[in-house]
């Protein structure tokens, strides 16, 4: 059963333009989420998480939403740049859990010049 | 500061031979991470650390064994490798954070069972 669901495998955007990238959730218990970047050949990297408690993080170019009546979250990147092509995988947890993070199966990007 | 590196990069195994993966950190991170990343599957904890002489199964443990017997090393095992654990393996580190940890994450290495 996939907990934490990325149902888009690929998206492409133009350069200059928004990229909203989605992420869904099954489990009410979760109460921090992430998004991180990978990039081929490398671990994936950090890039902005969110707590239950907030409904929106800013970070520049990267903004991550959050409705939990919805059980959704997602990314958002203005301006959209070539070297934002890369595969983003959000991730969920619970903070009184067992420090495990359910990842979802990943989006890949492709920002076109 | 290399940050978290992993040992080796790429191996081929024939089913049933062993191996071990080395990850290192050299950010005295307490907590420690196996996950290994398949088609379609994003990324699945196989076990996990929260110290020195501390492993904890994650969600895909069977079939791997894992040592910490240093703070800044963890080592996963393949005793008897199968075609099924053909797969990319991630090893990530993190300070305690209460469940908000920020993971690290090494490069990764890419293992073939033939």
């Known amino acids: ?113 | 500061n290399a940050g978290v590196t992993q040992t080796p990069k790429f191996r081929v195994l024939k089913t049933g031979q062993s191996m071990t993966l080395l990850c290192a950190q050299d950010m005295n991170h307490e907590y420690m991470y196996w996950y290994r990343q398949d088609p379609g599957m994003g990324l699945r904890l196989i076990h996990y650390s929260v110290g020195e002489g501390t492993t904890a199964k994650g969600e895909v443990p069977d079939g791997y064994n894992v040592s910490r017997l240093k703070k800044q090393n963890f080592l996963l095992g393949l005793e008897s490798a199968a075609p099924s654990q053909t797969s990319v393996y991630f090893c990530a580190s993190s300070f305690p954070a209460g469940g908000q940890e920020t993971q690290y994450f090494g490069p990764g290495t890419r293992l073939l069972v033939l």
């Not at chain 1, 050949?41 to 902005?48: D, K, Q, R, S, Y």
């Not at chain 1, 959050?66 to 979250?73: C, I, V």
């Open chain 1, 1 to 113: 059963d996939q907990q934490v669901k990325q149902n888009s495998p690929s998206l492409s955007v133009q350069e200059g333009r928004i990229s909203i990238l989605n992420c869904d959730y099954t489990n009410s218990m979760f109460d921090y989420f992430l998004w991180y970047k990978k990039y081929p050949a490398e671990g994936p990297t950090f890039l902005i998480s969110i707590s239950s408690i907030k409904d929106k993080n800013e970070d520049g170019r990267f903004t991550v939403f959050l409705n939990k009546s919805a059980k959704h979250l997602s990314l958002h990147i203005v301006p959209s740049q070539p070297g934002d092509s890369a595969v983003y995988f959000c991730a969920a947890s619970r903070t009184s859990g067992t420090y495990k993070y359910i990842f979802g199966t990943g989006t890949r990007l492709k920002v076109l010049a």
